[in-house]
């Protein structure tokens, strides 16, 4: 988007297309550059997790590691994911339900954006679809 934003929330509808055995598919906010931002992201065996990427390295946020839910749809179907990002506050919904919610302060500020990640796996294909960004 290349703005940089405060306090939002980003919705997104989201589904694998092809095989996905093994593959995520998620959210970015206050993205400093590259290297340096928050990501929340479902993977499609139905696991979840809040990330900080700090100078190029991911941690988890608030968690030891991926935690599984039957909020989310796995295989091949569309999940509806909201992220919000608000103060210190990381929050992860997805298919309107609360998943976890963590807390960094590391940073305040920055852009979107959206991913999605294959592992080992090749030919994973997604489709991102009604993409919002709301200013809180």
């Known amino acids: 988007a290349q703005q940089s934003y405060g306090n939002i929330v980003i919705s997104v509808d989201s589904a694998f297309t092809g095989p996905a055995n093994m ?13 340096d931002f928050y990501f929340m992201t ?8 809040v990330f ?15 935690e599984f839910t039957e909020a989310i749809r796995t ?3 569309t999940n ?9 506050n990381l929050s992860l919904v997805v298919n ?3 998943l976890i919610t963590v807390q ?8 979107v954006g959206i991913l999605a990640g294959a592992y080992d796996e090749p030919g ?13």
């Open 23 to 35: 593959a995520e598919i998620g959210v970015i906010c206050r993205m400093q550059n590259s290297q």
């Open 42 to 49: 479902i993977r499609s065996d139905g696991a979840y997790a």
């Open 52 to 66: 900080k990427m700090y100078q190029g390295n991911e941690f988890f946020i608030g968690m030891d590691g991926y």
């Open 75 to 77: 295989g091949l179907s």
């Open 80 to 88: 509806h994911i909201e992220a919000e990002c608000r103060g210190e």
């Open 96 to 98: 309107n339900e609360h």
């Open 104 to 111: 960094d302060s590391s940073y305040q500020v920055g852009d």
């Open 124 to 136: 994973v294909n997604v489709y991102f679809d009604n993409i919002r960004v709301f200013q809180t």
